[in-house]
């Protein structure tokens, strides 16, 4: 106990030294990279969309007057393998959607359990339109392209086949399409539903609700929006068409977004289109998730998409921003904050448990910041509440756990092309895309 107290009054002795230039010295990763694009950016743009409310809201209700005057047909999109027994949440909400003009097409890649047998039990049942089985398994794009190629739908929502949906998730998602004839793709928000199962899963809530929420309505609102996810998107079906669909491989949720966005078309986050998914439990196989997705930056970004970097005839301010952006603040910070971090150790080691300390009360401060303006956008603020026990922890998950696991990841792709070996994805296709990209 003793030993608390002296180092609590050596943590004062040190704060009382202490300059604003000092602390700005000390701490110039957190304040002039991670605070203005993580912080500063949403607090003006939910400034900007509080002030202009009244527009966006007059906005949807002419687009839904327009969207239920023309009433197409929307085709749903569920590929996936082994999924037979996560099917029926997603279909009850299917059932329930306000939308009502759907069919829904699933699609079976190579499933070699129950599931071919739920599937068809479904169809006759008629609780799906179309079931479709690839007995050789192709991976999940070329299930989706699949089930696109039959879908007679004006636009295509693609689904993960654990998901469920909000009743008017369907009916929101196809709002932009009536507000801006060239959105040709939008993003659904995705949440956590098992944010109650461990602390790991409330962490995952925390961090859907800042990244995806609200992360994702920043950059849409600034017009570098650059991944649908997977899990929830709708496409207009003539340009999916145009694009040559789903390009087979590893990844598919950044690819799309990519070649819709060269082909010259608008991309929209719909932020009150809501998802609800299952995300994993335990923190080993949250780590193998996030090194699957985090090697798709330099697979897509810096390897098949670099094009967009470059001043080509077909450049875009847009698109150069929206992907330079997402690997300076995603990958080349991760590298410099290693630097930083060993800069601190090197330099600062004299005052390591002060300096930590501060470090760890300042980015409390960022997450609460973070979590206001999650309470202020979000339609869930009774049920999302009690996550704010949990951001004391979140500066070691975000700061920490994540960050290593994309300078992992990001590591092994950029030398060893790891993604093109992941057995999340058939190696016939893997390969394929390697010899594509490279």
């Not at 539903?193 to 461990?198: F, G």
């Not at 971090?341 to 760890?360: M, N, Q």
Request: include cysteine.
């Amino acid at each position: 106990m003793n030993y608390i107290f002296d180092q609590l009054d050596t943590f004062v002795t040190y704060l009382e030294g202490l300059s604003i230039s000092s602390i700005l010295n000390t701490y110039w990763f957190l304040f002039f990279i991670e605070f203005p694009r993580y912080y500063l950016a949403e607090i003006i743009v939910m400034l900007y969309r509080c002030f202009t409310w009244k527009s966006i809201v007059q906005g949807e209700e002419r687009a839904s007057v327009l969207l239920r005057k023309d009433n197409p047909l929307v085709s749903i999109l569920v590929p996936g393998m082994n999924e037979g027994e996560h099917i029926y949440p997603l279909l009850r909400s299917l059932q329930e959607q306000t939308y009502k003009h759907f069919e829904v097409i699933i699609v079976d890649d190579g499933s070699n359990d129950a599931t071919p047998q739920i599937y068809a039990d479904l169809e006759r049942r008629g609780l799906i339109n179309r079931y479709l089985r690839l007995n050789d398994r192709g991976g999940k794009a070329s299930a989706a392209n699949f089930g696109a190629y039959y879908a007679k739908g004006k636009y295509v929502v693609h689904l993960d086949a654990d998901s469920s949906l909000d009743r008017d998730a369907i009916e929101k998602i196809l709002l932009p399409f009536y507000l801006d004839p060239n959105i040709k793709a939008v993003g659904g928000c995705v949440k956590v539903r098992n944010d109650k199962e461990t602390i790991c899963t409330s962490l995952q809530a925390l961090e859907y609700l800042k990244t995806i929420m609200v992360g994702r309505t920043v950059t849409s609102t600034l017009g570098i929006y650059h991944i649908i996810s997977g899990a929830f998107g709708a496409f207009e079906t003539q340009t999916l068409r145009q694009i040559g669909y789903w390009d087979i491989g590893p990844g598919l949720d950044g690819d799309i977004t990519q070649k819709i966005r060269k082909a010259g078309w608008k991309v929209h986050f719909a932020g009150n289109a809501v998802c609800l998914t299952n995300v994993p439990t335990t923190w080993l196989k949250l780590f193998k998730q996030r090194l699957r997705w985090s090697k798709s930056l330099v697979r897509f970004r810096l390897r098949k998409h670099r094009d967009i970097l470059l001043p080509t005839r077909n450049f875009s301010l847009l698109n150069f921003l929206s992907n330079l952006e997402n690997i300076f603040y995603d990958s080349v910070l991760n590298y410099v904050w290693v630097f930083y971090i060993v800069h601190l150790v090197l330099t600062r080691h004299d005052h390591f448990f002060e300096v930590v300390f501060l470090g760890f009360f300042i980015r409390y401060c960022f997450s609460l910041i973070a979590f206001l303006v999650v309470i202020i956008m979000t339609e869930r603020r009774r049920e999302e509440l009690y996550l704010f026990a949990y951001l004391p922890l979140v500066s070691l998950y975000n700061g920490y756990f994540l960050r290593f696991a994309r300078l992992v990841a990001h590591t092994a792709e950029l030398f060893f092309f790891t993604s093109y070996k992941d057995s999340w994805n058939p190696r016939k296709t893997s390969v394929c895309a390697q010899l594509e990209h490279v």
